[in-house]
């Protein structure tokens, strides 16, 4: 698998960007409720978008960086699996669709 199929597969589709916009969406709520006011619950909702992947991810991050990466843990888990799980949406999205025919390319001459 080259960096391009890879590119495809976790970004360039349509349920993968969708997943990511979702991600994304709850991070930046997450982010202004915190700005704003004391967040509460809303901090949990990107870590279940983004479980079960986010959680041993997590677990291995504070397990590399000790007590002292606790909240980046969590930043870098919750990356980590939106990431992983938006590649296994692409590759599953890209088996259902079954196998891709290349169109001739033209001649130029």
């Known amino acids: 698998m080259n960096a391009r199929t890879l590119f495809r597969l976790t ?3 349509a349920a993968s960007a969708v997943y990511l916009g979702l991600v ?10 915190a700005l704003f006011e004391d967040p509460g ?8 978008l983004t479980a079960p992947t986010s959680l041993p991810a997590t677990e291995g991050i504070e397990a590399l ?3 002292a990466a606790s909240d980046w ?14 590649f296994a949406l692409g590759a599953t ?9 290349e169109l001739p390319r033209p ?3």
Request: no cysteine; net charge positive; proline share 4%.
């Open 11 to 13: 970004f360039a589709n």
């Open 24 to 33: 994304g969406a709850s991070v930046v709520f997450e982010v202004v409720a």
């Open 41 to 48: 619950m809303v901090g949990i909702w990107p870590l279940l």
């Open 65 to 67: 960086g000790g007590t």
């Open 73 to 86: 843990s969590l930043v870098g888990g919750v990356a980590i699996g939106a990431l992983v799980q938006s």
């Open 93 to 101: 999205l890209e088996a259902l669709r079954g196998p891709r025919q």
């Open 107 to 109: 001649n130029r001459g």
